[in-house]
Nanobody, 123 residues
Framework: QVQLVESGGGLVQAGGSLRLSCAVS????????MGWFRQAPGKEREFVAA????????HYADSVKGRFTISRDNAKNTVYLQMNSLKPEDTAVYYC????????????????WGKGTLVTVSS
């Protein structure tokens, strides 16, 4: 079993930055592709970013390209999401996800999920 715990959410003004972290325990972290999804109030869940098990490949939603950066530290069993130039429309609960197979769309269903961390961007 794989356990994922997100942290780093909070309240930030538009234009500000936050870094989310996802600590992973359980089976070998480096075997998993990792990523982030988000769900805003009243909206469907959407894919945000993903990174391959090696860190050599990344994918981003068009809405966050150039502003968000996903990275991983396999020695620390942790994946990060650096969010810059935040906008009010980035307000959502952000979920960390893991799967042995790659995922990079709204319709993917990774095997493992965290409980989420709330990001609120004020205008």
């Amino acid at each position: 079993q794989v356990q994922l715990v997100e942290s780093g959410g909070g309240l930030v003004q538009a234009g500000g930055s936050l870094r989310l972290s996802c600590a992973v325990s359980g089976r070998t972290f480096r075997r998993y592709n990792m990523g982030w999804f988000r769900q805003a109030p009243g909206k469907e869940r959407e894919f945000v970013a993903a990174i391959s098990w090696s860190g050599g490949s990344t994918h981003y939603a068009d809405s966050v390209k150039g502003r968000f950066t996903i990275s991983r530290d396999n020695a620390k069993n942790t994946v990060y999401l650096q969010m810059n130039s935040l906008k009010p429309e980035d307000t959502a609960v952000y979920y960390c996800a893991a799967d042995p197979d790659a995922f990079y769309s709204d319709y993917d269903e990774p095997d493992y999920w965290g409980k989420g961390t709330l990001v609120t961007v004020s205008s």
